[in-house]
């Protein structure tokens, strides 16, 4: 199984300069673990996970004052649609992350998060399973 069938297409944006309570507030509105930051005037594609935001909490820092920016990963380590889920985990195992942003064509066009590839594993073991049983 490919990225493309497990990534979510629907990919919630944010900018650098929103707070983290709005990326918060997104974030659990669209009931997702990431955003991707777009910021086209500095670092290009970035991402801000429910543990940055965590981890800003736990610095005891504002969350209305606090900047996307400040607590966005730049150094991101991207996926494409062919790849395998074999290779997306490896790319998460190495980098000790749960999300990976999915390029094609140096656009994002989805997410892919530890969930994903383990909803789509499950059934595909089963079925493995019963056939080597049956």
């Known amino acids: 199984m490919l990225v493309r069938d497990a990534m979510s297409s629907v990919v919630l944006t944010i900018g ?3 707070t983290l309570r709005q990326a918060a507030r997104l974030m659990s509105a669209r009931r997702v673990g990431a955003a991707v930051v777009l910021d086209p005037g500095d670092s290009g594609i970035g991402i801000i996970t429910e543990r940055d935001i ?3 909490l736990g610095a005891d820092q504002d969350p209305d004052n606090e900047k996307a920016h400040a607590h966005t990963t730049t150094d991101v380590v991207f996926a494409a649609p062919g790849w395998t889920l074999q290779e997306a985990a490896e790319a998460m195992a190495r980098g000790g992350f749960r ?6 064509d140096l656009e994002p066009v989805g997410l892919v998060s530890v969930r994903d590839i383990i909803r789509c594993w499950v059934p595909e073991r089963r ?3 019963r056939a080597l049983a049956g």
């Open 16 to 18: 650098p300069t929103h």
């Open 54 to 56: 965590l981890n800003s």
């Open 99 to 104: 999300h990976l942003i999915v390029l094609d």
């Open 127 to 129: 079925e493995a399973s």
